[in-house]
T-cell receptor
C-alpha cells in the first residue's frame, strides 16, 4: 500500500495563477482532509470530506475549493493564488470520524507551495 | 485564546534525559486526544492516543486531566532519534485541532 500520496511535492506560483493539488489514498478510507501548515504554526483544516460526493468547509476555506468524486481522490483547487497561500499543504485520510478515540489520521508527504 | 496551546519550546536535552511536554485545551466538550510526531519538513505521524486513565507505550507516557483540560507527554531515556516536533491534537466539534507543536532536540 502506498498510503496517502500527494503531487506535486513543490510548486512556485505567480499571483493570480491557479493550480490543483492532487491527493490519493489507497486504504479505502471514507474520511479525507486538507490542512495547511505555516511556519511555527499548527495545522489548520481547510476542507474535509466524509465520503464520495460530500465535502465541507474547515477552519480556513477561503480561496480554496475541493471535490470528492471517488473514495480515493480528494483534489484541492486554488483559483487565484495569493502570497497568503504560501504554505505547506498536507492531505490526510482516516478510517473513522475525526474525533473518534481510536481515530488515526494518515498524512501524505505534503506539497510546498510558494506564491510570488 | 488558542484552542490548543503547547509549551513554546524548543527543548534541548542530553541523551538519557527525561522530558515532559504540556498542553492545554479550551473546549471542555473535547472528545479525543492525541500526540503526533513531526520530523523536520515531513508529515505528522500518530505517536499515541491519550486515554482518560493515562497510557504508556515503551518510554512514552501520556496523561489526561479533563478537569484541568490538560494533557502531558513524558519521554524517558531520550534518544537522538526522539528529536522532532511533538504536536498535541484534540478532537473537538467534529474536527481535530492541532497545537503549534513543541520542538525537541536531543544532543549526544
Amino acid at each position: 500500500n502506498a498510503g496517502v500520496t500527494q503531487t506535486p511535492k513543490f510548486r512556485i506560483l505567480k499571483i493570480g495563477q491557479s493550480m490543483t493539488l492532487q491527493c490519493t489514498q489507497d486504504m479505502n478510507h471514507n474520511y479525507m482532509y486538507w490542512y495547511r501548515q505555516d511556519p511555527g504554526m499548527g495545522l489548520k483544516l481547510i476542507y474535509y470530506s466524509v465520503g464520495a460526493g460530500i465535502t465541507d468547509k474547515g477552519e480556513v476555506p477561503n480561496g480554496y475549493n475541493v471535490s470528492r468524486s471517488t473514495t480515493e481522490d480528494f483534489p484541492l483547487r486554488l483559483e487565484l493564488a495569493a502570497p497568503s497561500q504560501t504554505s505547506v499543504y498536507f492531505c490526510a485520510s482516516s478510517y473513522s470520524p475525526p474525533t473518534g478515540v481510536y481515530n488515526e489520521q494518515f498524512f501524505g508527504p505534503g506539497t510546498r507551495l510558494t506564491v510570488l | 485564546r488558542k484552542e490548543v496551546e503547547q509549551d513554546p519550546g524548543p527543548f534541548n536535552v542530553p541523551e538519557g534525559a527525561t522530558v515532559a511536554f504540556n498542553c492545554t485545551y479550551s473546549n471542555s466538550a473535547s472528545q479525543s486526544f492525541f500526540w503526533y510526531r513531526q520530523d523536520c519538513r515531513k508529515e505528522p505521524k500518530l505517536l499515541m492516543s491519550v486515554y482518560s486513565s493515562g497510557n504508556e507505550d515503551g518510554r512514552f507516557t501520556a496523561q489526561l486531566n479533563r478537569a484541568s483540560q490538560y494533557i502531558s507527554l513524558l519521554i524517558r531515556d531520550s534518544k537522538l532519534s526522539d528529536s522532532a516536533t511533538y504536536l498535541c491534537v484534540v478532537g473537538s466539534r467534529g474536527k481535530l485541532i492541532f497545537g503549534q507543536g513543541t520542538e525537541l532536540s536531543v544532543k549526544p
